[in-house]
């Protein structure tokens, strides 16, 4: 099983408005790429859209497929880009009511689940931010299902593209764990609690589990970027605690409190790191 459809619903839905609040204009959920170290976070997305881009091999008469396409940034970042037509696929319904209220030209989305998405077109290029961490529960790792799970999805991406198509792929990674419990309870709460049924993949699985469907042409790994990312979060989140408590809750500010907390640690502390890569479709 891979998060479910409520499960998604209580990672993304909490509100809108909530997660406008703290993430940037454009509301990306995902580590944002800092270059200079003291861009602002705004700058920082739009230089990680750029990278996916470039791995994608993007220009504006290509065809792409965001798969796991939040409220919509990273494709507001190609129609910026004047890609002419765009499609995305999220599980969760507020995300997709966003995107449509964002009115972009030549963008087409839908709320489905990946394994259940049959597209009418070949693509010439995919791009996937940080959705493969919803792919394999931690009761799925602990039984050795973890590659399997993810070469899944890769064959599944490949058999929708052109050949020779490429892939910008990112991904939240998780590397060690940490000595005390108190650290080890905060991981638990963000995994159970913020996003239930996900679990972040290691690096080296994801390099298995691109066999044989996609070669790795370039990879590149960004820790103190999503720290810089989620300390920018947490700062946004203080900086609205009155709003927040008021309208969402003391638990709904709490929670994403710790959670953010948290993070910014795991990244400090080389718990987390995130992957950015260049796949390109193999013959098979
Ligand atoms: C962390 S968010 C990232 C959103 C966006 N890519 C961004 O950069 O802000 C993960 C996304 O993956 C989507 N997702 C998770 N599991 C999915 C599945 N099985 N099929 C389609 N989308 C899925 C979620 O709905 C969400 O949009």
Redesign the pocket.
């Known amino acids: 099983m ?2 479910t459809q409520s499960e ?1 619903e209580v990672a ?1 839905d909490v509100s809108n408005e909530f997660f406008r609040l703290w993430l940037d204009d454009r509301m ?3 580590s944002a790429s800092y270059l200079s170290g003291t861009e602002a976070l705004e700058q920082a997305q739009q230089q990680k859209c750029a990278i996916l881009y470039n791995f994608a091999e993007m220009n504006s008469d290509k065809l792409v497929l965001d ?5 919509g ?2 494709i507001e970042y190609l129609v910026s880009r004047r890609v002419k037509r765009i499609h995305g ?4 319904t507020a ?1 997709h009511e966003e995107i449509e209220a964002r009115n972009l030209p030549g963008v087409w989305t839908k709320v ?4 259940e998405f049959k597209p009418t077109e070949k693509y010439d290029a995919l791009q996937s ?3 493969i961490d ?2 394999c529960s931690p009761a799925q790792s602990h039984k050795g299902q973890a590659v399997d799970l993810y070469r899944a999805y890769f064959a599944k991406c490949h058999s929708w593209v052109k050949p020779g198509a490429c892939f910008g792929f990112q991904a939240i990674l998780r590397n060690r764990v940490p000595r005390n419990r108190k650290d080890l309870e905060d991981l638990r709460f963000t995994a159970d609690v913020i996003f239930p049924g996900g679990l972040n993949p290691r690096l080296e699985e994801l390099v298995a589990a691109v066999n044989p469907y996609w070669e790795i042409l370039e990879l590149r790994t960004q820790r103190t970027s999503y720290g810089k990312t989620t300390a920018e979060w947490l700062a946004r989140l203080h900086k609205h605690e009155g709003h927040i408590r008021e309208r969402f809750g003391d638990k709904v500010y709490e929670d994403y409190d710790r959670y953010l907390s948290t993070c910014v640690k795991a990244f400090d502390n080389y718990w987390s790191s995130d992957v950015q890569m260049k796949l390109q479709a193999l013959p098979v």
């Open positions: 891979t998060s998604i993304y990306h959920y995902t798969i796991g396409c939040g409220w940034a990273n696929i999220t599980l969760s995300q489905v689940d990946y394994k931010i940080e959705m919803h792919l």
